[in-house]
């Protein structure tokens, strides 16, 4: 009899998933932003695909595959169901938090002058591109407020003539009805320094504006934590 009580006591003393969910549930709701590590942020938003398994080995190696959070949240699906255990029910979990915070961010600019909100506009955009593995080339079209008209995805690839012709984004802009525009790509090796290529093309549609009265801003490269201005260092 005292080996069976033995055996209750030490099953009594292994914690539930549920009890596990609820303790995580808590310390989301009442400890702030800091108050799950990353892999218990995976581990809760996996909850909604799997309702009764334990999700804590899943969110590990989601982030031992990736190397962070944000890489996680936006990988491809395909690239998430390598990682054994992943289905598409968890996969749908990720990207519907990934898209919430897009359109987060994108509530923070729409309707506003973007030049007045610079550090708005720098979160919509690092949200966005800066966990990109490709390179990815858009044009944010203003009107006579500075304020958003269209972001336009030019394409993906590197910033040259092959990839963005000056003449087209100025001519979308002029159909557009735009005053200015802000050039964004992303590097995705993490450095946003300008190449050469990112300057030449950015002075050629720079120069191409001035014929048209469509001003250039500014070009912006996203980085991963940190992001370069062409115009804050004279490029422009």
């Known amino acids: 009899m005292a080996q069976v009580d033995d055996e209750f006591a030490g099953a009594a003393q292994v914690p539930s998933a549920a009890g596990h969910r609820e303790r995580l549930r808590k310390r989301l709701l ?15 938003l996996l909850f909604a695909a799997n309702r009764r398994g334990d999700t804590k080995p899943l969110a590990k190696a989601l982030l031992a ?3 962070s959070l944000a890489r ?21 979990a990720l990207k519907a938090v990934a898209l919430a915070a897009r359109r987060m961010a994108r509530s923070e600019v729409v309707d506003r002058p973007v030049i007045a909100n610079w550090h708005a506009l720098i979160d919509y955009l690092s949200t966005d591109m800066a966990h990109l593995t490709v390179e990815r ?13 269209q972001d336009h ?27 200015a525009l802000i050039l964004v790509h992303n590097h995705p090796s993490g450095n946003p320094e300008p190449s050469r290529a990112d300057i030449a093309v950015t002075l050629k549609i720079a120069e191409a504006g001035r ?3 469509i001003a250039v801003h500014d070009h912006v490269i996203i980085g991963q934590g940190r992001y370069v201005s062409l115009k804050a260092k004279g490029l422009i």
């Open 211 to 213: 014929l048209l009265g």
């Open 137 to 149: 080339v858009r044009v944010l079209y203003l009107d006579t407020k500075n304020r958003l008209v």
């Open 30 to 44: 009442s400890g702030g932003a800091e108050a799950l590590a990353d892999y218990e942020v995976l581990e809760y």
């Open 65 to 67: 595959r990736f190397g």
């Open 153 to 179: 995805h030019v394409g993906d690839g590197s910033i040259d003539e092959a990839s963005i012709h000056p003449r087209e984004v100025i001519r979308r802009g002029l159909d557009l009805g735009a005053a």
């Open 72 to 92: 996680v949240l936006e990988a491809e699906p395909a690239a998430l169901a390598k990682t054994p255990g992943m289905g598409e029910a968890g996969a749908a």
